[in-house]
């Protein structure tokens, strides 16, 4: 069985200063993971992902996050925040064989100037 | 690479009428497609699985005979949501994976707004 957990429901953050949005996994299976960007009205695009590589894990937009299996956790980060940020991101868990995915609740993050 | 589009990108219908989305994979070939639907400031829900050449498999609670998927190709699918009511709108989201990528990635289209009135 899979679940995932997106821990804040939004989060608030001033322009330059960093963002953390935090992602908790359960996962029977050596998961994959994944985090989203959606902006308004707009379709999902990834931002990174992990699969068993390395467990640091670079994305686009400046966004990085870090895999701890110890913490089952997969936090997204950004040293400075920019108002093109502000966004719905949604962290993702796949595995177990298969294409099924589960959706985290999301985290809206809001910039401001 | 991996690009999905959907079509239309939004449609206005009106309560009793049906209508279709289209999911497509433009370069590459897809064996299994998703369709999701997302009700404002909420997550992805999916709503049902389709394999190339076979009947699709959906989720608890979606009613098969209202939202009919067909997946007659490796790179189209389609979601017809049947005798549309206004509970029906929502933004509609397909993906498409394949076993020749990473097997646990999708590939996400644009979404379709939906709006019945």
């Known amino acids: 069985a899979q679940s995932v957990t997106q821990l804040d429901s939004h989060v608030s953050v001033s322009e330059g200063t960093p963002v953390l949005l935090r992602c908790n996994y359960s996962s029977s299976y050596s998961p994959s993971l994944f985090w989203y960007v959606q902006h308004p009205n707009k379709g999902l695009q990834l931002l990174l992902k992990y699969t068993s590589a390395a467990t640091l894990v670079k994305g686009i937009n400046g966004f990085e996050a870090e895999f701890k299996k110890s913490e089952t956790s997969f936090h997204l980060t950004k040293p400075s925040a920019h108002m093109s940020d502000a966004a719905e991101y949604f962290c993702?868990?796949?595995?177990?064989?298969?294409?099924?995915?589960?959706f985290g609740a999301g985290t809206r993050l809001f910039v401001k100037a | 690479g991996a690009v999905v589009s959907q079509h239309p990108s939004w449609v206005i219908c009106k309560s009793g009428t049906s209508v279709k989305i289209e999911c497509r994979s433009l370069d590459f070939q897809a064996t299994t497609m998703f369709w999701y639907r997302q009700f404002p400031k909420q997550s992805l829900m999916l709503m049902a699985t389709?394999?190339?050449?076979?009947?699709?498999?959906?989720e608890q609670g979606v009613e098969k005979d209202k939202f009919l998927i067909n997946h007659a190709s490796l790179t189209l699918s389609t979601l017809t949501v049947t005798s549309a009511h206004p509970e029906d709108s929502s933004f509609y989201i397909c993906?498409?994976?394949?076993?020749?990528?990473?097997?646990?990635?999708?590939?996400f289209g644009p979404g379709t707004r939906l709006t019945v009135t």
């Open positions: 993906s498409a994976g394949t076993s020749g990528r990473n097997a646990y990635e999708q590939y």
């Open positions: 993702v868990v796949s595995g177990g064989g298969g294409f099924k995915t589960i």
């Open positions: 389709s394999n190339e050449g076979s009947k699709a498999t959906y």
